[in-house]
C-alpha cells in the first residue's frame, strides 16, 4: 500500500470546500479501508491568496481531521505555481501524488482507477481525460477542445482533453522538479518527463458551486502562456511568412514591370494603400510574438522564486521534511 496525497489548489474556493473536502475524505477512507493505499494518505489544499475566508476553512478541516493538510501561501501565484508548490512538497512525503481541481467537476470516482494503474500496471503517470463535456454550454466546449487544437498544432505537446487531474509516482515528481523555468505550463511540462504513462476516462461534471476561474480572456492568456512557453514554432511561422511575402513582392514586381513597358501603367493607390496596411500589420504582430519570447527570457533569467509558503499546517512530521517551507 502507498502514500497517496491528492493535491488541490484553492482560490477563493469557500463556498464549494466544505463539499469537496467530505466527499474527497469519504473517498480516501474508502480506499483505505480497501487496501489500496495506506493509512496516512493525505488530501493538501494549497491556499493560493484567497480573498475570502478558504484558509480558515483549510485550518478547520485540519484541526477536524488529521488526514487534511494546508499550504498558504504568501500571496496569490497563479494556478500553476500553487499546483507546484502542492506537488513539490508532497514529493518526499508520498508514493504518489494526485493532482486536481476544488470544483468538483473532475470525478473523484477516477481516483481508484488511476491507483490501480499504479499499482497494478506500473503507470508513473496517469492523465484524467475528460471523455465528455455535457455539462458544458456550447461555446465554452467549442473553445476549450480549439484550445487542446490550437496549443498541439503549433508545438505545444499535450494530452487532449486533459487539464490538471493526474496522477504522479514520486520518482515522476522528482524528475518534474528538474525543471526550473519559472514560466510554468504543467500540462506541457508532464508528457515531457516520459515513463509508463496511460489514461483514465471520466465524464466531466457541473461546477457545484462558485465561479469558473478560467473565463474566455484567462483561457486565451493561458494558452499563450503554454505555446510561448513549450514551443518556438510560432517565430519558425514568421520566418516562413516572411519568405512567402518576399515570393509575393517579387511576383509583384515583375507583374509591375511588364505593366510598365506594355504602357499600361494604371495608378495603383488602392493596391499600394491594402500593401503598406497588410505589412505594417504582420511587422506588429511578428514583434509583439517576439516580444513576448523576450519577455519571457527577461523573467527565466530573473529566477524569481515559483511560490513561497508562508504556513504549513500537517502532520508534523511532514512539516519537518518539508523543503520548501521557510520555518520559523
Excluded at 502532520?315 to 521534511?321: C, G, I, L, Q, R
Aim: glycine share 8%; proline share 2%.
Amino acid at each position: 500500500m502507498g502514500r497517496l496525497f491528492c493535491v488541490i489548489p484553492c482560490y477563493n474556493e469557500q463556498e464549494v470546500l466544505p463539499e469537496t473536502s467530505a466527499r474527497i475524505l469519504a473517498k480516501l477512507k474508502y480506499m483505505i479501508a480497501q487496501g489500496k493505499i495506506s493509512e496516512d494518505s493525505r488530501v493538501l489544499f494549497v491556499n493560493d491568496g484567497s480573498k475570502d475566508s478558504t484558509w480558515d476553512i483549510i485550518c478547520r478541516l485540519h484541526e477536524e481531521d488529521n488526514h487534511f493538510q494546508g499550504l498558504n501561501l504568501s500571496r496569490n501565484m497563479g494556478h500553476q505555481n500553487a499546483l507546484l508548490a502542492g506537488l513539490m512538497t508532497a514529493k518526499d512525503l508520498c508514493d504518489m501524488a494526485i493532482s486536481m481541481d476544488a470544483d468538483l467537476q473532475d470525478d473523484i470516482n477516477a481516483i481508484e482507477a488511476m491507483v490501480d494503474k499504479f499499482d497494478n500496471e506500473g503507470c508513473d503517470i496517469v492523465y484524467g481525460v475528460r471523455s465528455a463535456r455535457k455539462t458544458d454550454t456550447f461555446f465554452k466546449r467549442a473553445t476549450a477542445e480549439g484550445f487542446y487544437k490550437v496549443m498541439n498544432g503549433l508545438g505545444a505537446n499535450t494530452v487532449y482533453n486533459h487539464a490538471d487531474y493526474r496522477l504522479m509516482s514520486r520518482r515522476a515528481l522528482m524528475a518534474m522538479s528538474e525543471f526550473g523555468e519559472v514560466n510554468l505550463f504543467l500540462r506541457g511540462i508532464v508528457p515531457m518527463i516520459g515513463f509508463k504513462s496511460d489514461v483514465v476516462y471520466y465524464e466531466r461534471a457541473e461546477r457545484f458551486a462558485g465561479e469558473s476561474k478560467y473565463p474566455l480572456r484567462k483561457m486565451l492568456s493561458f494558452a499563450v502562456e503554454g505555446i510561448t512557453s513549450l514551443s518556438t514554432k510560432p517565430i519558425k511561422m514568421i520566418t516562413s511568412l516572411g519568405f512567402f511575402i518576399f515570393f509575393v513582392s517579387i511576383v509583384v514586381l515583375i507583374y509591375s514591370l511588364v505593366r510598365h513597358y506594355t504602357g499600361h501603367t494604371i495608378p495603383g493607390w488602392t493596391t499600394t494603400v491594402l500593401s503598406v496596411w497588410a505589412i505594417g500589420g504582420l511587422i506588429m504582430i511578428s514583434l509583439g510574438i517576439i516580444g513576448e519570447y523576450i519577455g519571457k527570457i527577461y523573467l527565466e533569467t530573473k529566477s524569481r522564486p515559483r511560490f513561497i509558503i508562508e504556513s504549513y499546517v500537517g502532520d508534523k512530521e511532514d512539516v519537518e521534511a518539508s523543503e520548501y517551507y521557510y520555518k520559523r
